[in-house]
């Protein structure tokens, strides 16, 4: 077996980023959305742990997104250039969003009391409109309709970003981090022994992660028709990814329900990390299909290999930090990996 | 608006809102490690007080930061397309080098922010120090993309296409050296003036305690550090400035021929035509000789002038030269107030002086040292001006294609000025909360009793 090629190291690379900002990121949003039901008896404990969750670990959790972007101008400058012209709407849109959520988040913990029923729904508003356009921009690339490609490409108005598969990719990303944080929020609660919170949460993410198999299911079947080469792609080389992705699914639920939140939180992040791996596989070669291959758009491949040596080294020294953070955070004195939380009340 | 100039403006807005935050967030680390460790060294809760506080309020301002960062990076991309397509070609790895050291400061900066009763003292204050650093390496990275902007290195572009590209050369461009270390610099002298004058107007109003007594120490403490320093560095600069981008320094000092005896304008307006070439120079205080003889210690050092450079290729030195003028007469005059201020605390065998002309001058060198720095940026950039990428891609040609930028220049600047009130309004009643209870089992990090203190008492601490 060959050895890949550098671009190819530099694109998995990106991919693993563009998982890692899904997961920590997108829970990050998903407890934004869950912000807007947040009502009754419990309503201040919500939001306090909702903060909690969030506090220490949102702005590395965003760095992430920051590092996709220059990971991907500078290694596919080409593929970058051509995105940020053709998708210059949906991105500007995602762009406030994230600002908005991240000042929101902010703004509201740090007091402003008077103010702050403002700033809760700038939060939970932005944090629905972020995931929708990064959603549907991907489905956009995905879905083969970028043909025009360099800077001078014109921003495409809606007829690429706002299709019948789009949409529901856009909804469908809206379902998943709605349903990441229901369950890390059950692991929050456990640790604080908040059972009623617990209850609350595991039954959202019950009702989201159903709707997350819906939508993934109604995407698929719209692959078919409306993103030919990724469909192809998928046959070709992804579908036991795409099976694993629907087992790993099953498997976060039957854990959420029996109470193993720690086992459901591990899969709902592989079930993350299984559904953007197929999507990535079934891309195979091309970076923006059905026209710009991943080697065509690299960058020299002196770059590459900088680019390469750096990563390495950041790695090194960014992966501890962390680790460190999210061991001092989120797992110190926290619930075991094999024990059970509460759990009951109706589902539905 | 026309296009090119609302996507300027958008970029300008958004540069100029995040260089103080970028600021702020380089500079405030650094005086939180130092006073934290000083109050670790004499068991000082005082001066721990005043990391905790001020710990509190760089978590606001590294939030915002954060995020408005994000807004110039997806910018570079979204307004200037072509731009990021051979900045992405050539330099691109260093952004993500940057993304790493900025990796770095936020993981460091969540574990400070949030630790203070999670971690024992030293281990506290040992993470202080990726901050610092990783605020300094992402400076470093940044700036030197931007140096590489102003001269670059690492391609040959023939025929419109870019070969032999060498990202290390294009790393150590001629101008990375000056620029980047003018540019940290800059962060600890506006970060010190800026806390100090904070501590100068508390004082003016009457609350002269021990507290912002030594919170007004650390400030000026770095700054006369960092200040001469700064000015020196400047000089190098102008030195550099002649030999390797003689239009930018032409513009700033408004020099219209080439010619020897240049003499030095100090203030006043350079009318200059760029199409025609001819200019007058008003109201300026020349000194004869100046130029020349800062640049090359001889009244007969040749200085180039913007009649060297194609009429196309002129940058207007009307507002450069503004801008430059208004930067330098803020360091000498910040560097000045720095220098009495240190002079009469040890004429005075280290007695704090507290008077109130001087308390104001304090107050005043806080904005000054920021305006500076927003000035030195606009020297830097509307000197490279008409170029983008300097001889190898206009401003005009590196533009989106995108439409309606108007809109997203109005909806951005908003977005700033609601940003910028709100903050301004928290940081303040921040500032204005009540000192807590200053005993070093209240306010020392990681011990139990902390663990215990009341609601009150946090709120006022800052966990």
Redesign the interface.
Same mark, same amino acid.
């Given at each position: 077996m060959a050895l890949p090629s550098l671009p190819y190291i530099v694109i998995t690379v990106l991919w693993f980023a563009l998982i890692a900002y899904a997961v920590f990121g997108g829970a990050d949003f998903g407890a934004g959305i869950w912000e807007i039901l947040v009502s009754g008896p419990t309503a201040k404990e919500q939001h306090a742990l909702i903060d909690d969750a969030l506090g220490p670990v949102w702005e590395v959790n965003h760095v992430w997104l920051v590092f996709l972007v220059v990971g991907l101008f500078s290694g596919f400058p080409g593929a970058f250039a051509t995105l940020v012209a053709v998708l210059f709407f949906p991105l500007t849109l995602a762009l406030i969003g994230t600002v908005l959520r991240g000042s929101a988040f902010i703004f509201r913990t740090h007091g402003l009391r008077k103010s702050a029923t403002i700033w809760n729904r700038i939060f939970s508003f932005s944090s629905v409109i972020t995931p929708f356009f990064l959603g549907a921009g991907a489905a956009a690339v995905a879905s083969g309709g970028i043909q025009d490609l360099g800077p001078k490409t014109q921003a495409n108005l809606g007829s690429l970003w706002l299709t019948p598969f789009c949409l529901t990719i856009g909804v469908l990303s809206l379902a998943l981090c709605a349903t990441m944080a229901a369950i890390f929020l059950t692991v929050e609660a456990t640790n604080q022994k908040k059972a009623d919170l617990v209850i609350i949460f595991r039954r959202r993410g019950l009702i989201a992660g159903a709707v997350t198999a819906v939508l993934g299911a109604v995407g698929l079947a719209e692959a078919a028709f409306q993103a030919p080469t990724l469909w192809q792609g998928m046959l070709a080389h992804a579908v036991p990814l795409v099976i694993a992705t629907m087992v790993i699914g099953v498997g976060a639920a039957v854990a959420l329900y029996f109470g193993y939140y720690r086992i459901a939180r591990a899969l709902i992040i592989a079930e993350t990390a299984f559904m953007l791996g197929s999507w990535g596989v079934s891309q195979i070669p091309y970076i923006i299909p059905p026209k710009l291959t991943v080697d065509a758009a690299a960058s020299s491949p002196s770059t590459q290999l900088l680019l390469i040596i750096g990563i390495a080294i950041g790695m090194i020294i960014i992966l501890p930090s962390i680790l460190l953070l999210f061991y001092i955070f989120k797992y110190k004195g926290g619930m075991g990996l094999l024990s059970k939380g509460a759990t009951g009340g109706t589902i539905l | 608006m026309p296009h090119l100039l609302a996507a300027r403006a958008q970029m300008g807005t958004s540069l100029a809102f995040h260089i103080i935050f970028s600021v702020l967030g380089v500079g405030l680390p650094l005086l939180l490690c130092i006073a934290e460790g000083i109050a670790l060294k004499r068991k000082d809760p005082v001066w721990m007080t005043l990391a905790r506080r001020w710990s509190?309020a760089a978590? #606001?301002i %590294? +939030?915002?930061g954060? !995020? &408005?960062?994000? $807004?110039v990076? %997806?910018e570079?991309?979204?307004l200037w397309? =072509?731009y $990021?397509?051979? =900045?992405?070609? $050539?330099i691109?790895?260093?952004? +993500? %080098?940057?993304?790493?050291a900025?990796?770095?400061e936020?993981?460091?900066? +969540? #574990?400070y922010?949030?630790?203070w009763n999670?971690?024992k003292p030293f281990y506290h204050w040992l993470c202080s120090f990726?901050i610092v650093l990783g605020g300094a390496a992402s400076t470093w990275f940044i700036v030197t993309t931007n140096a590489w902007m102003n001269t670059p290195t690492g391609f040959i572009f023939t025929n419109g296409k870019l070969t032999g590209?060498? /990202? !290390?050369s294009a790393i150590f461009n001629p101008s990375t050296p000056y620029e980047t270390v003018h540019m940290l610099l800059a962060c600890y002298v506006a970060c010190g003036f800026g806390v100090a004058a904070l501590y100068a107007f508390s004082m003016l109003r009457g609350k002269r305690d021990t507290y912002r007594r030594y919170g007004l120490l650390l400030g000026l403490g770095m700054a006369v550090i960092a200040t001469p320093l700064q000015i020196a560095s400047g000089d190098f600069n102008a030195r550099y400035l002649a030999s390797k981008q003689p239009a930018k320094l032409a513009a700033m000092e408004g020099v219209f021929t080439t010619g020897t005896n240049v003499p030095l304008h100090i203030g006043g307006f350079p009318i200059y035509d760029t199409q025609t070439g001819k200019g007058t120079f008003y109201y300026a205080i020349a000194i004869p000789d100046g130029l020349s003889l800062m640049v090359g210690y001889d009244p007969n050092t040749q200085i180039k002038g913007l009649n060297e450079f194609a009429p196309q290729d002129r940058p207007n030195p009307l507002p450069i030269h503004l801008a430059f003028d208004g930067m330098v007469g803020s360091g000498f005059f910040i560097l000045g107030i720095a220098g009495l201020f240190w002079l009469l605390y040890f004429l005075r065998k280290r007695h704090f002086p507290e008077h109130r002309l001087l308390l104001l001058g304090i107050l005043l060198a806080g904005p000054l040292s920021f305006l500076s720095v927003e000035l030195g940026w606009m020297v830097t950039e509307e000197g490279r001006q008409p170029w983008v990428i300097y001889g190898l891609l206009r401003t005009s040609q590196a533009v989106? /294609?995108?439409?309606f930028l108007n809109y &997203?220049f109005l =909806?951005?600047s908003a977005?700033y000025i609601v940003?910028a009130v /709100?903050?301004i309004?928290?940081l303040l009643?921040?500032g204005r909360k009540p000192l807590p209870e200053m005993k070093w089992e209240a306010v020392s990090s990681g011990n139990d009793e902390s663990a215990d203190v009341s609601a009150e008492q946090e709120e006022q601490v800052g966990v």
């Amino acid at each position: 077996m060959a050895l890949p090629s550098l671009p190819y190291i530099v694109i998995t690379v990106l991919w693993f980023a563009l998982i890692a900002y899904a997961v920590f990121g997108g829970a990050d949003f998903g407890a934004g959305i869950w912000e807007i039901l947040v009502s009754g008896p419990t309503a201040k404990e919500q939001h306090a742990l909702i903060d909690d969750a969030l506090g220490p670990v949102w702005e590395v959790n965003h760095v992430w997104l920051v590092f996709l972007v220059v990971g991907l101008f500078s290694g596919f400058p080409g593929a970058f250039a051509t995105l940020v012209a053709v998708l210059f709407f949906p991105l500007t849109l995602a762009l406030i969003g994230t600002v908005l959520r991240g000042s929101a988040f902010i703004f509201r913990t740090h007091g402003l009391r008077k103010s702050a029923t403002i700033w809760n729904r700038i939060f939970s508003f932005s944090s629905v409109i972020t995931p929708f356009f990064l959603g549907a921009g991907a489905a956009a690339v995905a879905s083969g309709g970028i043909q025009d490609l360099g800077p001078k490409t014109q921003a495409n108005l809606g007829s690429l970003w706002l299709t019948p598969f789009c949409l529901t990719i856009g909804v469908l990303s809206l379902a998943l981090c709605a349903t990441m944080a229901a369950i890390f929020l059950t692991v929050e609660a456990t640790n604080q022994k908040k059972a009623d919170l617990v209850i609350i949460f595991r039954r959202r993410g019950l009702i989201a992660g159903a709707v997350t198999a819906v939508l993934g299911a109604v995407g698929l079947a719209e692959a078919a028709f409306q993103a030919p080469t990724l469909w192809q792609g998928m046959l070709a080389h992804a579908v036991p990814l795409v099976i694993a992705t629907m087992v790993i699914g099953v498997g976060a639920a039957v854990a959420l329900y029996f109470g193993y939140y720690r086992i459901a939180r591990a899969l709902i992040i592989a079930e993350t990390a299984f559904m953007l791996g197929s999507w990535g596989v079934s891309q195979i070669p091309y970076i923006i299909p059905p026209k710009l291959t991943v080697d065509a758009a690299a960058s020299s491949p002196s770059t590459q290999l900088l680019l390469i040596i750096g990563i390495a080294i950041g790695m090194i020294i960014i992966l501890p930090s962390i680790l460190l953070l999210f061991y001092i955070f989120k797992y110190k004195g926290g619930m075991g990996l094999l024990s059970k939380g509460a759990t009951g009340g109706t589902i539905l | 608006m026309p296009h090119l100039l609302a996507a300027r403006a958008q970029m300008g807005t958004s540069l100029a809102f995040h260089i103080i935050f970028s600021v702020l967030g380089v500079g405030l680390p650094l005086l939180l490690c130092i006073a934290e460790g000083i109050a670790l060294k004499r068991k000082d809760p005082v001066w721990m007080t005043l990391a905790r506080r001020w710990s509190k309020a760089a978590a #606001i301002i %590294f +939030a915002i930061g954060a !995020v &408005s960062g994000t $807004i110039v990076e %997806f910018e570079l991309g979204l307004l200037w397309p =072509t731009y $990021i397509n051979y =900045t992405g070609q $050539i330099i691109g790895p260093l952004f +993500a %080098f940057e993304g790493f050291a900025f990796f770095l400061e936020a993981i460091f900066f +969540a #574990i400070y922010l949030y630790g203070w009763n999670r971690l024992k003292p030293f281990y506290h204050w040992l993470c202080s120090f990726p901050i610092v650093l990783g605020g300094a390496a992402s400076t470093w990275f940044i700036v030197t993309t931007n140096a590489w902007m102003n001269t670059p290195t690492g391609f040959i572009f023939t025929n419109g296409k870019l070969t032999g590209i060498d /990202t !290390v050369s294009a790393i150590f461009n001629p101008s990375t050296p000056y620029e980047t270390v003018h540019m940290l610099l800059a962060c600890y002298v506006a970060c010190g003036f800026g806390v100090a004058a904070l501590y100068a107007f508390s004082m003016l109003r009457g609350k002269r305690d021990t507290y912002r007594r030594y919170g007004l120490l650390l400030g000026l403490g770095m700054a006369v550090i960092a200040t001469p320093l700064q000015i020196a560095s400047g000089d190098f600069n102008a030195r550099y400035l002649a030999s390797k981008q003689p239009a930018k320094l032409a513009a700033m000092e408004g020099v219209f021929t080439t010619g020897t005896n240049v003499p030095l304008h100090i203030g006043g307006f350079p009318i200059y035509d760029t199409q025609t070439g001819k200019g007058t120079f008003y109201y300026a205080i020349a000194i004869p000789d100046g130029l020349s003889l800062m640049v090359g210690y001889d009244p007969n050092t040749q200085i180039k002038g913007l009649n060297e450079f194609a009429p196309q290729d002129r940058p207007n030195p009307l507002p450069i030269h503004l801008a430059f003028d208004g930067m330098v007469g803020s360091g000498f005059f910040i560097l000045g107030i720095a220098g009495l201020f240190w002079l009469l605390y040890f004429l005075r065998k280290r007695h704090f002086p507290e008077h109130r002309l001087l308390l104001l001058g304090i107050l005043l060198a806080g904005p000054l040292s920021f305006l500076s720095v927003e000035l030195g940026w606009m020297v830097t950039e509307e000197g490279r001006q008409p170029w983008v990428i300097y001889g190898l891609l206009r401003t005009s040609q590196a533009v989106t /294609t995108a439409p309606f930028l108007n809109y &997203s220049f109005l =909806t951005f600047s908003a977005i700033y000025i609601v940003l910028a009130v /709100t903050m301004i309004m928290l940081l303040l009643r921040q500032g204005r909360k009540p000192l807590p209870e200053m005993k070093w089992e209240a306010v020392s990090s990681g011990n139990d009793e902390s663990a215990d203190v009341s609601a009150e008492q946090e709120e006022q601490v800052g966990v």
